[in-house]
């Protein structure tokens, strides 16, 4: 049974309006993209692959939620957004900030290794109105081609959240390119104790056991068979009571985008949440 303070998180990769997808397209699937979210009503949402289309066609549509980020090339307009979207009636915004995937991450459009494309980590720190609680909410989208790329981009992102979020609550949200096998998922999820920040795998915390049909990639189909490279990630101060790929679909078998959304829902563990500025 839900209650009134869960915290419902979702992380999705919408598909960009540049892609050659015919009936896949954006203009075809749009409707049932924002019902999909709608149907899940997340409170904190992590968007990849957003083009500047989509980014001002959710801004006109969404209007109960705010929006932090940058698109990636230039820290404006230009290529894709890792955007944030956060509920207004229950998050009071604090700071927003944005840092590049590469070995000068305060250059907009910087990238490094052997990164394809350039690569961003855009957060949000937000005050829970139910509760006073501060939580920072980071949401990325690792290389698609660049090994080295991928597991830098996780080191930095690992080494940076903690410096941000002050040892307070962590929500990590997004498309890795990368599955529970590989060393984004080990880098994220070390357990370095010279390190205040822990995080953990929402998604394998409610389902233990591993299954053969856990892909969150389909390409505009019903393929389920591979491994989850869409995380949700959160420090201990959360407890996950629900987690799904979210396999949603209109009636007329049209998908939302060519990836399934996960979703968790979380619970303030009996610690108390870190509150303040």
């Given at each position: 049974?839900?209650?009134?303070?869960?915290?419902?998180?979702?992380?999705?990769?919408?598909?960009?309006?540049?892609a050659?997808?015919?009936?896949n397209?954006?203009?075809?699937?749009?409707?049932?993209?924002?019902?999909?979210?709608?149907?899940?009503?997340?409170?904190?949402l992590?968007?990849?692959?957003?083009?500047?289309?989509?980014?001002?066609e959710?801004?006109?549509?969404?209007?109960?939620?705010?929006?932090?980020?940058?698109?990636?090339?230039?820290?404006?307009?230009?290529?894709?957004?890792?955007?944030i979207?956060?509920?207004?009636?229950?998050?009071?915004?604090?700071?927003?900030?944005?840092f590049?995937?590469?070995?000068?991450?305060?250059?907009?459009?910087?990238?490094?290794?052997?990164?394809?494309?350039?690569r961003?980590?855009?957060?949000?720190?937000?005050?829970?109105?139910?509760?006073?609680?501060t939580?920072?909410?980071?949401n990325?989208?690792?290389?698609?081609?660049?090994?080295?790329?991928?597991?830098?981009?996780?080191?930095?992102?690992?080494?940076v959240?903690?410096?941000?979020?002050?040892?307070?609550?962590?929500?990590?949200t997004?498309?890795?390119?990368?599955t529970?096998?590989?060393?984004?998922?080990?880098?994220?999820?070390?357990?370095?104790?010279?390190?205040?920040?822990?995080?953990?795998?929402?998604?394998?915390?409610?389902?233990?056991?591993?299954?053969?049909?856990?892909?969150?990639?389909?390409?505009?189909?019903?393929?389920?068979e591979?491994?989850r490279?869409?995380?949700?990630l959160?420090?201990?101060?959360?407890?996950?009571?629900?987690a799904?790929?979210?396999?949603?679909?209109?009636?007329?078998?049209?998908?939302?985008?060519?990836?399934?959304?996960?979703?968790?829902?979380?619970?303030?563990?009996?610690?108390?949440?870190?509150?303040?500025?």
């Amino acid at each position: 049974m839900s209650q009134a303070n869960d915290l419902r998180v979702m992380s999705y990769n919408i598909r960009n309006t540049q892609a050659p997808d015919g009936p896949n397209h954006w203009v075809h699937r749009r409707d049932v993209w924002k019902a999909s979210v709608r149907a899940f009503s997340p409170d904190l949402l992590g968007l990849q692959e957003v083009w500047v289309d989509q980014h001002d066609e959710l801004r006109e549509d969404l209007g109960d939620y705010g929006f932090a980020g940058v698109a990636r090339d230039d820290g404006k307009r230009s290529g894709e957004w890792a955007m944030i979207l956060y509920r207004l009636e229950r998050f009071e915004l604090l700071d927003v900030g944005n840092f590049w995937l590469s070995e000068t991450p305060a250059v907009a459009g910087s990238k490094s290794w052997d990164s394809k494309h350039v690569r961003i980590c855009s957060w949000v720190r937000v005050r829970d109105r139910l509760n006073g609680a501060t939580l920072l909410h980071a949401n990325t989208h690792l290389d698609d081609m660049g090994t080295r790329a991928r597991a830098e981009g996780a080191k930095l992102i690992r080494r940076v959240l903690p410096e941000l979020a002050g040892g307070g609550v962590v929500v990590l949200t997004g498309d890795f390119n990368s599955t529970e096998v590989d060393e984004p998922y080990a880098a994220l999820l070390s357990r370095d104790t010279s390190s205040d920040l822990q995080l953990s795998d929402s998604y394998r915390l409610v389902h233990p056991q591993a299954s053969a049909n856990e892909s969150t990639f389909h390409s505009f189909s019903d393929r389920t068979e591979g491994r989850r490279i869409d995380w949700i990630l959160h420090s201990p101060h959360l407890a996950p009571v629900a987690a799904t790929i979210d396999r949603y679909r209109a009636a007329d078998g049209r998908y939302p985008s060519d990836h399934y959304a996960v979703t968790a829902t979380f619970r303030w563990n009996d610690t108390r949440p870190p509150t303040g500025a």
